[in-house]
């Protein structure tokens, strides 16, 4: 097909007969020569042509010796023409076939020209991998030598596998060297010799480098279920040449399918059409959908249960099944962007695009136009997602209740709002905020109001910017917005910029505005000054020569110091200027000229207006002692900037340590390790800790001192020790809120917890979780401190057998129950009596004279010398506090009840003489008006004197009540007025009745003989509440102690030694010997009275009389327990012994050891007391006559018997038999067998 010869002046250029080119481009198959042939019939031009020649060489590489010198003398286009056919290089210029480095950069860009390398290049290694790298095929024209080179071809194999297929017969066989190819290329595996396809090394290496080396397995590995797992892992439609019987693995199948959705696709037909399966699959990967049998595929029940685990799966379902609104809703339920993939009948559907548009506002963008004009839609897009405004339909942008809602959750969305409502304030309003920038969608009429800019200027000087042109130049609104937005200057009119009245309201408001005045006004004395009295750095906008004016300045560095910065050099070098400057701002020091800071007036004047100004001072004041004190006096942070030499002088950081905590972090290690340095600071500020050394901080003892010191400091206490249980307790029963710095495992250990939580109830707070709910815990620590409560777990806060426990143990606890146990009356009751109990006197010096009226009354006494207090009827049910039977039988548990009941039943008076009638305490809980009645309290107190406590401050005051309750009863005398307690009637009429009502007369009546004499006859220990006058009056104390000898006490020294009076007190109460005179202890007389009255009494007897066997025997004989204060010689007399134990076993325990081993004497201990076995001698332990007479009154006798006699069956039959029959003949009228009585023993 090559075209005629042609005349050569009539030849046209290549471009002009691309006939001639099609021949050249396009020659017949038989032979290449064919387009070298019609080059050699085309004219010379032709063959200087670069295109011409190139459209030749692309069909055949010997038309390149055809083209002319020029071309083929050309390096680049020689190159070009290698690049467009290979064979080319065989016809280059010799120069080039034998030049390496030309021939090496046409390999780079065409392997295979390596063909056409001579037989010397083509052994040539980096020639070779060069042409590899461009055409792995060229390996196939390396010299037989580099073919069978296993580094080479591994090289070449890492290029591309397919080279390995070219390489010696030798290497495809050899397993180290196909592995190690196959690991570097999987491909290489196609070309391994057939047994090396089939080996499971082999294969395993080549699919974890790329799956898909499975298809170049042999059969056995595509059966291997672990290669195959490997493949599908890396490239899961490897799955697609695997076994038949691996296709039908579902868990295989399944873990291909989760990377892939398509490998499902190669499972087998049975696995496709399994529900379950299927749907697993599609679970794991929703485009495997399309790979499930056809019959699943048009299964709507399948679908429906594919789109609820895999909603975006819509996209896969079959066309009918898209319009299923069944199936589409269930996809909807769990992503609205399914909606994309909804039949387009769906998306027009209301009912379905707000389903899409509550789980995801966004997709109302794949609704229909029409719905997108449903307000109901919008609304619940917009509320989700306001930018969704942007597709609402052209009404609805008009529309102002959606668009209001849009514009407040993002301002910006106001640009797709109507032009109506960007004119409209409200709108512009809520979208603006605080973002003056979304002005630019608002409309002209709005950005040209004045009253709404000015509003939205106050809150943001940006809006300034975007105000109409016509407010900007406005100079009286302009005025107002510089009053209350100064930066707002910026944005006004340059004309305004000049206007002396608008740049001094600017600057008022905020200096920083000067920046926007004009030159002349920044040049403006006055102005300027303004500017630098708001903001110092205004000086930085002044012009240069007012920064020469030192007024101007100094009233700038008041301001701020660093404006001295923008002072004229001059006014800096000046030290009178700068005195007057650092004075105003300490930190102005920064800015003074270098021989000013190290003038040590100039820089103590700096430091003490502000400490850290002492960092700019020169290096020698840092080492200055007084300078660098002053510094640090301010702040102690200021040492920072002293020298070294300064913070190892020891005497000074002690002296700054103490004035200054924080001073310790500067100071050297030998002070930050010495306790008492540091505890000075810790004491003053709870951070000094962490400035201590680490082993100090590490110290038990010191940390447990610390915490008595400043326990704050516990959250800076290392980690170690704060997980250590003695020191976390002593930190959090400072302050409980310390549990947050604890360790972790103490936040489970109630001991811990229980202790915060008594200092900060919060503490649960910070507690292990479990805590909260832990029902033994929280019970232990509601005990202590209710308020535990508001902490705990509202799910044990609904336990009503929880809250009723805690009620128990705290009636507060009602607070925080609800509603339905306020209600109950039994809850309530039990709250009323716990909260009632919680408010007793736990302490004997509360109680005062209980040894005498018993403690009952003292209770009583003490309850009702307290002003009213809240009772847990206040946290009842209201029905309950104005229910007259309930609050009735609540009064009785406390009288508080009645101050917390219904305001009608506070008021109503026979209900309130009702409560009276069971508790008088109850009297302070009635309505004012009924407390204020002359004839109602009057006949209240004379029910019940303790109703006094209840009325009103006058009648308190009013003798005929006070008279009147005092008669009812003498304690009443506590709630009479002060006037009252002076009044010697009413106060003798209250101790005749009761004595101890002494304690609540005027000072001047106890000193009166008559009342204290009343009183003391009434109640001998009345005489402590007596004058110290009478309490030496010999008549008064005689009366006392007749009547309680124990009133010896209060008797004046004097009296003590009083025999007659001594006697008479000691033969009432023995135990008054021990307020005898040192005198009469020794008098035998008195003695014998008191050891008579009570043995024990003994132990105030004079040593001489302790000698006494007469006198001991008369204690021993009384109490056997008096022996211990007899004499050793006594303890040792079998007479004075024998009488003790016989009157108290256990006074063997105090007997000499001879008598302890007495057989007499222990047999009439036990006899006596069974336990006294404990006391006897050893040998009496062994011995059985002794030991079964213990047993017989001590059924553990045996556990004090030796060793020998445990051990001896007989024994221990008879003891239990003794023992058995002592319990029977004590267990008169019992019913049922002795057996019974065994758990009294102790075997």
């Known amino acids: ?108 860009s065409c392997g295979a020209a390596l063909e056409f390398a001579s037989h010397a290049l083509r052994a040539d290694r980096e020639l070779v991998l060069a042409a590899v790298r461009s055409d792995p095929r060229s390996l196939e024209h390396a010299s037989e030598a580099l073919r069978d080179d296993r580094s080479f071809v591994l090289e ?20 180290d060297f196909v592995l190690a190819a196959v690991k570097r290329s999987a491909d290489a595996l196609a070309f391994a010799g057939e047994r090396l396809r089939s080996d499971a090394e082999v294969c395993l290496a080549a699919v974890r480098r790329d799956g898909s080396a499975l298809r170049h397995a042999g059969k056995e590995m595509r059966d291997s279920r672990r290669v195959v797992v490997m493949a599908v892992r890396g490239h899961p439609s490897s799955l697609a040449y695997a076994s038949e019987a691996l296709k039908r693995d579902g868990e295989l199948v399944l873990a291909a399918v989760r990377l892939d959705g398509a490998a499902l696709g190669f499972a087998a037909e049975l696995l496709r059409g399994d529900r ?33 685990a895999r909603p975006l799966a819509l996209e896969h379902i079959d066309a009918s099944l898209r319009r299923d609104r069944q199936v589409v809703l ?72 959606l668009v209001l809602t849009a514009v407040k959750q993002c301002g910006f969305t106001l640009k797709f709002a109507g032009d109506h409502l960007k004119a409209d304030q409200d709108v512009v309003r809520a979208a603006v905020g605080t973002n003056a920038s979304i002005l630019e969608y608002a409309s002209k009429s709005v950005r040209e109001n004045k009253d709404f800019m000015l509003a939205l200027v106050e809150t943001n000087s940006s809006a300034m910017a975007y105000a109409g042109k016509a407010l900007r130049k406005d100079k009286a609104f302009t005025i107002q917005v510089m009053r209350t937005c100064g930066e707002a200057l910026k944005s006004v009119d340059e004309k305004l910029k000049d206007d002396a009245e608008v740049v001094t309201a600017a600057v008022m408001n905020s200096g920083s505005a000067l920046e926007f005045a004009s030159d002349r006004l920044r040049n403006d004395r006055g102005i300027v000054l303004k500017a630098v009295a708001q903001k110092g750095s205004a000086l930085v906008h002044a012009m240069p020569t007012l920064r020469f004016d030192r007024n101007v300045v100094l009233e700038a560095v008041a301001q701020d110091g660093s404006a001295l910065a923008y002072g004229a050099e001059e006014l800096r070098r000046d030290k009178d200027f700068a005195l007057a400057a650092v004075a105003l701002n300490g930190m102005a020091l920064q800015y003074v000229t270098p021989e000013l800071k190290v003038d040590k007036q100039v820089v103590l004047r700096a430091v003490r207006a502000n400490a850290h100004a002492l960092e700019h001072a020169d290096s020698r004041l840092k080492r200055d002692r007084e300078t660098v004190l002053a510094a640090v006096l301010q702040d102690g942070a200021a040492l920072a900037y002293a020298l070294e030499s300064v913070r190892n002088d020891d005497i000074f950081m002690i002296s700054a340590i103490a004035k200054q905590p924080c001073v310790l972090q500067y100071a050297g290690e ?16 709870k951070n000094a800790l962490k400035w201590a050394t680490p082993s100090l901080r590490n110290d038990r003892d010191f940390v447990l001192r610390m915490l008595r010191t400043n326990s704050g400091a516990f959250e800076h206490v290392p980690e170690g020790l704060r997980a250590d249980r003695g020191i976390a307790l002593a930190a959090v029963k400072t302050d409980g809120l310390l549990l947050r710095h604890v360790a972790e495992v103490l936040r489970h250990d109630k001991d811990v917890v229980l202790a915060a939580i008594v200092s900060k109830p919060k503490a649960l707070d910070l507690a292990a979780p479990s805590m909260k709910s832990d029902r033994e815990f929280l019970l232990a620590a509601a005990r202590r401190n209710i308020e535990v409560l508001r902490a705990a777990d509202p799910q044990i806060m609904n336990d009503r057998s929880f809250v009723m426990d805690a009620i128990r143990v705290n009636g507060t606890a009602l607070l925080f129950a609800s509603l339905e146990i306020r209600k109950d009356r039994n809850a309530v009751m039990l709250a009323i009596q716990a909260m009632a109990e919680a408010s007793m006197p736990r302490d004997d010096d509360d109680l005062g004279m209980c040894s005498s009226v018993g403690r009952e009354s003292c209770v009583e006494t003490f309850a009702a010398s307290n002003t009213l207090r809240l009772s847990a009827l206040a946290y009842a049910a209201q029905e309950l506090q104005a229910d007259p039977e309930f609050v009735l039988r609540a009064v009785e548990v406390d009288p508080n009840v009645l101050g917390n009941a219904d305001l009608r039943l506070r008021q109503d008076r026979d209900f309130v003489l009702q409560a009276l009638q069971r508790n008088g305490l109850s009297f302070g809980g009635a309505a004012p008006q009924v407390t204020s009645d002359y004839d109602f309290v009057l006949t209240a107190v004379k029910l019940d004197g303790r109703a006094l406590s209840g009325a009103s401050d006058a009648l308190r005051n009013n003798k005929a009540i006070a008279l009147a309750a005092v008669t009812a009863r003498g304690d009443a005398l506590m709630y009479a007025s002060d006037a009252m307690r002076s009044n010697k009637e009413v106060v003798l009429t209250a101790v005749e009745l009761w004595g101890p009502a002494l304690r609540y007369a005027a000072e001047g009546l106890r000193g009166t003989k008559e009342v204290v004499l009343a009183a003391v006859g009434t109640w001998g220990l009345a005489l402590q509440h007596a004058s110290d006058r009478l309490r030496g009056d010999r008549d008064v104390v005689l009366v006392a102690v007749a009547n309680d000898g124990l009133a010896l006490l209060h008797a004046a020294p004097k009296l003590t030694d009083d025999k007659e009076l001594v006697l008479a007190a000691v033969g009432l109460w023995g135990a008054a010997l021990e307020y005898a005179s040192k005198r009469l202890r020794c008098d035998r007389d008195v003695v014998m009275t008191a050891v008579k009255r009570w043995g024990v009494a003994l132990q105030f007897a004079d040593e001489s009389l302790k000698k006494d066997k007469e006198v001991v025997l008369a204690a021993v004989s009384t109490d056997g327990l008096s022996l211990p204060y007899a004499s050793a010689e006594l303890k040792a007399d079998r007479d004075v012994v024998l009488m003790a134990v016989k009157n108290c076993g256990s006074a063997l325990a105090h007997a000499a050891e001879a008598l302890r081993g007495d057989k007499q004497v222990a047999l009439v201990a036990v006899a006596a007391r069974g336990q006294a076995l404990r006391y006897a001698a050893p040998a009496l332990q062994a011995d059985k006559q002794v030991v079964l007479a213990a047993a017989k009154s001590w059924g553990s006798a045996l556990t004090c018997a030796s060793e020998a006699l445990r051990a001896d069956e007989a024994f221990v039959r008879s003891v239990m038999q003794a023992r058995l029959a002592t319990v029977g003949a004590g267990a008169t009228k019992t019913t049922g067998p002795a057996r019974a009585q065994w758990s009294t023993m102790s075997l």
């Open 1 to 108: 097909l090559s075209p005629p010869p042609l005349d050569a002046t009539h030849m046209p250029s290549a471009s002009a007969f691309p006939a001639v080119r099609i021949a050249v481009a396009f020659p017949p198959p038989s032979a290449s020569s064919s387009s070298s042939a019609a080059l050699g019939r085309v004219t010379p031009e032709l063959l200087a042509d670069r295109s011409y020649v190139l459209a030749a060489v692309k069909v055949s590489g010997n038309a390149l010796a055809k083209a002319a010198p020029t071309l083929t003398e050309d390096r680049e286009f020689v190159l070009q023409a290698i690049r467009q056919n290979a064979g080319a290089l065989a016809h280059a210029p010799a120069s080039f076939r034998d030049d390496r480095h030309f021939v090496l950069e046409a390999l780079s």
């Open 156 to 175: 070449a194999v890492a290029e591309s596998g397919c080279a390995l297929q070219y390489a010696a017969q030798g290497l495809r066989e050899d397993k």
């Open 276 to 308: 379950d399966f299927a749907l697993a699959a599609v679970k794991a990967n929703a485009t495997a959908l399309g790979h499930v049998g056809a019959s699943l595929r048009t299964s709507r029940d399948f679908v429906i249960d594919v789109v609820r």
């Open 330 to 401: 269930a996809a909807l339920d769990l992503s609205g962007f399914a909606l994309q993939f909804a039949d387009p009948v769906l998306r027009d559907d209301k009912e379905i695009v707000l389903a899409a548009v509550a789980r995801h506002p966004d997709a109302l963008a794949f609704a229909s136009p029409a719905i997108r004009g449903d307000k109901d839609v919008m609304m619940a897009a917009v509320r989700g997602s306001p930018s969704t405004l942007e597709l609402a339909a052209p009404h609805l942008k008009d529309d102002k209740e």
């Open 670 to 685: 030998r002070l930050r390790n010495n306790a008492e340095v540091v505890l000075g600071a810790v004491k003053s500020d």
